[in-house]
């Protein structure tokens, strides 16, 4: 809104046209916004229009066009002018700082502990950043600078209009296909405060990582990546919500880890795959199962990663059995209670080259 504002004082108000398009360019970020912008500026100032005739209607002649110049209706907020209209548009930007501060504190709020008036907006904030967040992971590892033997060949063949000076180089690299990722989603009863925030997460990913699998399971284990494949993210829980797969169920961590190791290992885990299970580790199995399975995997993928919400609690001790046997094999053992934990998994999905 303040882009808005410091827009329309560069571009002025007399021309319908410019105003649009520096509005447009302020306040939309996304195709999606872009495609909803004209119709949405078209309704506001129609109305106000309408308004403005039916106050001064000697001011038009039959058969003319309606001025440009556009006058606020009085059933909305005045956002350019003096006077009055100064006011109010101090008392707008004091919204748009206050909706920054909220937007803030939503970031940090424990998904246990957010309000219901306020998971519609954590929903569309949690979506937003997260699909940022899988953009810049999916574009930096297909801009990475080449790194290895320089091609002595295609560099002559490049450099001969240069009159042979290497002025630019060609390498030969391996090249570099992204890592693999296999998320575990825990939708135990334990989990129920946190599960569709993790589902979203998985969904975010999955919508620019091809090479990504995802499962959730509580007493057994059901392979959701196909569901997760569509663009509409209301479809895709649709068809969540209809899979069998003990939601809101028990834990059994290492009996459903054990069936994705006799059904999916072989086919899923390779030395570049990054295995990520998201559980508070509560587990009603034995530990020394989970222990097992877990053995199992590590020597396996590239980086064994455990997200677990209670972690992101101060007093906060890994003492349950199935977290104590788990943690030898674990690489990365992190919080995912809010949006910021979430989003700082990031740096660890991200291959270090050497």
């Known amino acids: 809104m303040l882009v808005a504002l410091q827009a329309a004082g560069a571009v002025g108000l007399a021309d319908r046209e410019v105003f649009k398009c520096a509005l447009r360019s302020a306040l939309c970020s996304g195709k999606e916004d872009w495609e909803i912008f004209d119709g949405l500026f078209e309704c506001f100032w129609t109305a106000a229009e309408l308004q403005s005739d039916s106050q001064f209607p000697n001011t038009r002649t039959a058969g003319s066009k309606p001025k440009t110049r556009l006058q606020p209706s009085a059933n909305r907020p005045i956002l350019f002018g003096s006077g009055s209209s100064q006011a109010q548009a101090s008392e707008d930007i004091g919204r748009a700082v206050s909706g920054a501060s909220s937007s803030e504190q939503l970031k940090k709020m424990d998904f246990s502990a957010v309000p219901r008036h306020d998971q519609a907006a954590l929903e569309q904030i949690a979506l937003r950043l997260l699909r940022q967040m899988s953009m810049r992971l999916s574009r930096r590892l297909q801009s990475g600078q080449p790194r290895g033997q320089i091609d002595l060949r295609r560099t002559i063949r490049r450099n001969i209009s240069r009159g042979g000076e290497p002025v630019q180089r060609l390498y030969r690299w391996k090249k570099l296909r992204p890592a693999r990722l296999v998320v575990m989603l825990d939708v135990s009863g334990s989990m129920n405060l946190y599960s569709l925030f993790f589902a979203r997460f998985a969904y975010s990913l999955q919508q620019y990582f091809p090479r990504m699998s995802t499962?959730?399971?509580?007493?057994?284990?059901?392979?959701?990546?196909?569901?997760?494949?569509?663009?509409?993210?209301?479809?895709?829980?649709?068809?969540?919500?209809?899979?069998?797969?003990?939601?809101?169920?028990?834990?059994?961590?290492?009996?459903?880890?054990?069936?994705?190791?006799?059904?999916?290992?072989?086919?899923?885990?390779?030395?570049?795959?990054?295995?990520?299970?998201?559980?508070?580790?509560?587990?009603?199995?034995?530990?020394?199962?989970?222990?097992?399975?877990?053995?199992?995997i590590r020597p396996r993928v590239r980086k064994l990663i455990w997200l677990n919400p209670l972690l992101g609690l101060a007093d906060y001790q890994p003492v349950t059995r199935g977290m104590n046997a788990a943690l030898p094999y674990i690489d990365v053992f992190a919080p995912a209670h809010n949006v910021e934990s979430l989003l700082a998994l990031e740096r660890h999905l991200v291959r270090n080259r050497t």
């Open 215 to 296: 499962f959730v399971f509580s007493t057994q284990l059901v392979e959701i990546t196909e569901i997760l494949r569509t663009r509409d993210l209301a479809a895709a829980f649709q068809a969540l919500s209809q899979q069998a797969s003990g939601w809101s169920g028990g834990t059994k961590i290492g009996e459903s880890l054990a069936e994705f190791n006799r059904l999916q290992a072989r086919r899923l885990l390779t030395r570049d795959t990054l295995f990520v299970i998201l559980s508070d580790g509560w587990d009603t199995g034995e530990p020394e199962a989970l222990a097992r399975e877990l053995r199992s």
